[in-house]
Protein backbone atom coordinates (compact mmCIF):
# COMPACT_ATOMS: atom_id res chain seq x y z
CA UNK A 1 0.00 0.00 0.00
CA UNK A 2 1.85 2.80 -1.04
CA UNK A 3 -0.60 5.42 0.06
CA UNK A 4 -2.93 5.46 3.15
CA UNK A 5 -4.58 8.51 4.56
CA UNK A 6 -6.84 8.61 7.81
CA UNK A 7 -8.16 12.06 8.80
CA UNK A 8 -10.88 12.14 11.45
CA UNK A 9 -12.80 15.40 10.74
CA UNK A 10 -15.76 14.97 13.51
CA UNK A 11 -15.77 12.35 16.24
CA UNK A 12 -18.54 12.00 18.83
CA UNK A 13 -19.36 10.04 21.77
CA UNK A 14 -23.43 9.73 21.69
CA UNK A 15 -24.75 11.58 23.76
CA UNK A 16 -27.84 11.40 26.05
CA UNK A 17 -31.53 13.12 25.67
CA UNK A 18 -30.04 16.36 27.45
CA UNK A 19 -27.01 16.04 25.41
CA UNK A 20 -24.50 14.88 28.26
CA UNK A 21 -21.92 11.95 27.49
CA UNK A 22 -22.93 10.04 30.42
CA UNK A 23 -19.36 7.56 29.22
CA UNK A 24 -21.57 4.32 28.13
CA UNK A 25 -20.72 4.82 24.30
CA UNK A 26 -17.09 3.58 24.22
CA UNK A 27 -17.07 4.11 20.22
CA UNK A 28 -17.11 7.30 18.58
CA UNK A 29 -19.19 8.31 15.80
CA UNK A 30 -18.98 10.97 13.04
CA UNK A 31 -17.11 11.44 9.79
CA UNK A 32 -13.54 10.32 8.23
CA UNK A 33 -11.32 10.97 5.31
CA UNK A 34 -9.94 7.75 4.16
CA UNK A 35 -8.26 7.14 0.88
CA UNK A 36 -5.55 4.44 -0.63
CA UNK A 37 -3.51 5.43 -3.25
CA UNK A 38 -5.34 8.51 -4.03
CA UNK A 39 -8.74 6.43 -4.08
CA UNK A 40 -10.80 8.14 -1.60
CA UNK A 41 -13.45 5.57 0.59
CA UNK A 42 -14.52 8.37 2.60
CA UNK A 43 -15.29 11.96 2.98
CA UNK A 44 -17.81 14.39 5.17
CA UNK A 45 -20.38 13.50 3.97
CA UNK A 46 -20.19 9.48 5.92
CA UNK A 47 -20.65 8.33 8.73
CA UNK A 48 -18.21 6.09 10.45
CA UNK A 49 -18.14 4.65 14.19
CA UNK A 50 -14.17 4.44 15.50
CA UNK A 51 -14.31 1.24 17.82
CA UNK A 52 -12.32 1.27 20.88
CA UNK A 53 -9.61 -0.99 19.64
CA UNK A 54 -9.32 1.38 17.04
CA UNK A 55 -8.97 4.62 19.16
CA UNK A 56 -6.84 2.74 21.53
CA UNK A 57 -4.47 2.15 18.41
CA UNK A 58 -4.88 5.72 17.15
CA UNK A 59 -3.93 7.09 20.96
CA UNK A 60 -0.55 5.28 20.97
CA UNK A 61 0.52 7.06 18.00
CA UNK A 62 1.08 9.77 20.80
CA UNK A 63 0.80 8.26 24.13
CA UNK A 64 2.12 5.37 25.97
CA UNK A 65 -0.22 2.28 26.14
CA UNK A 66 0.27 0.22 29.38
CA UNK A 67 -1.53 -3.75 28.99
CA UNK A 68 -1.54 -4.19 32.71
CA UNK A 69 -3.50 -0.71 33.67
CA UNK A 70 -5.98 -0.43 30.34
CA UNK A 71 -9.31 -2.05 29.66
CA UNK A 72 -8.93 -1.72 26.10
CA UNK A 73 -6.98 -3.87 24.01
CA UNK A 74 -5.52 -2.71 20.12
CA UNK A 75 -7.06 -5.32 18.39
CA UNK A 76 -10.16 -7.27 19.32
CA UNK A 77 -11.24 -9.91 16.67
CA UNK A 78 -15.37 -10.65 17.86
CA UNK A 79 -16.42 -12.98 15.21
CA UNK A 80 -20.02 -13.41 15.89
CA UNK A 81 -19.40 -13.04 19.16
CA UNK A 82 -19.56 -8.51 19.07
CA UNK A 83 -22.08 -8.10 21.48
CA UNK A 84 -20.52 -10.18 24.73
CA UNK A 85 -17.46 -9.38 24.31
CA UNK A 86 -14.33 -10.44 22.35
CA UNK A 87 -12.84 -13.60 22.72
CA UNK A 88 -9.81 -12.95 20.47
CA UNK A 89 -7.81 -9.93 20.92
CA UNK A 90 -3.74 -8.89 20.57
CA UNK A 91 -2.55 -6.03 22.37
CA UNK A 92 1.07 -4.50 23.23
CA UNK A 93 2.75 -1.89 25.45
CA UNK A 94 3.80 1.18 23.69
CA UNK A 95 6.50 3.76 25.17
CA UNK A 96 7.32 7.25 23.32
CA UNK A 97 11.02 7.47 24.33
CA UNK A 98 13.32 11.15 22.93
CA UNK A 99 15.01 9.06 20.52
CA UNK A 100 11.95 6.18 19.21
CA UNK A 101 9.54 4.22 20.51
CA UNK A 102 9.05 0.62 22.18
CA UNK A 103 6.37 -1.54 21.79
CA UNK A 104 6.99 -4.54 23.79
CA UNK A 105 4.61 -7.36 25.97
CA UNK A 106 2.95 -8.38 23.17
CA UNK A 107 -0.27 -10.76 24.19
CA UNK A 108 -2.94 -12.43 22.09
CA UNK A 109 -5.75 -13.51 24.51
CA UNK A 110 -7.75 -16.15 23.68
CA UNK A 111 -10.64 -17.02 25.81
CA UNK A 112 -12.05 -20.40 25.96
CA UNK A 113 -15.56 -21.35 24.79
CA UNK A 114 -16.60 -21.93 28.08
CA UNK A 115 -15.51 -19.20 29.29
CA UNK A 116 -17.09 -17.37 26.61
CA UNK A 117 -20.44 -19.44 27.41
CA UNK A 118 -20.36 -18.24 30.65
CA UNK A 119 -20.19 -14.61 29.48
CA UNK A 120 -23.57 -15.49 28.00
CA UNK A 121 -25.20 -17.51 30.79
CA UNK A 122 -24.56 -14.33 33.08
CA UNK A 123 -25.45 -11.87 30.22
CA UNK A 124 -28.65 -13.44 30.33
CA UNK A 125 -29.17 -14.01 34.05
CA UNK A 126 -29.43 -17.88 33.52
CA UNK A 127 -30.27 -20.69 36.75
CA UNK A 128 -28.21 -23.47 36.93
CA UNK A 129 -31.08 -25.43 36.05
CA UNK A 130 -31.67 -23.77 32.86
CA UNK A 131 -28.11 -23.90 32.03
CA UNK A 132 -28.34 -27.52 32.36
CA UNK A 133 -30.97 -27.05 29.86
CA UNK A 134 -28.91 -25.41 27.78
CA UNK A 135 -25.79 -27.61 27.68
CA UNK A 136 -28.21 -30.74 27.68
CA UNK A 137 -27.32 -32.49 31.10
CA UNK A 138 -30.57 -31.98 32.62
Given amino acids: MDK ?12 DDK ?6 DLCTHGSIFLSFNDCIVSNEDSDWTISTAGLTLLRTLK ?3 DTGNSNFVIFDHCGQLDMIGCPISLTWDVRHEPQHITISNIKKIEATDRQIDQLVYQLYGLTPEEIAIVEGTA
Avoid: A, T
Wanted: net charge negative; hydrophobic share 45%.
Fill in 19 to 24: GVDEGI
Fill in 4 to 15: FKLKILNQSFIL
Fill in 63 to 65: SDH
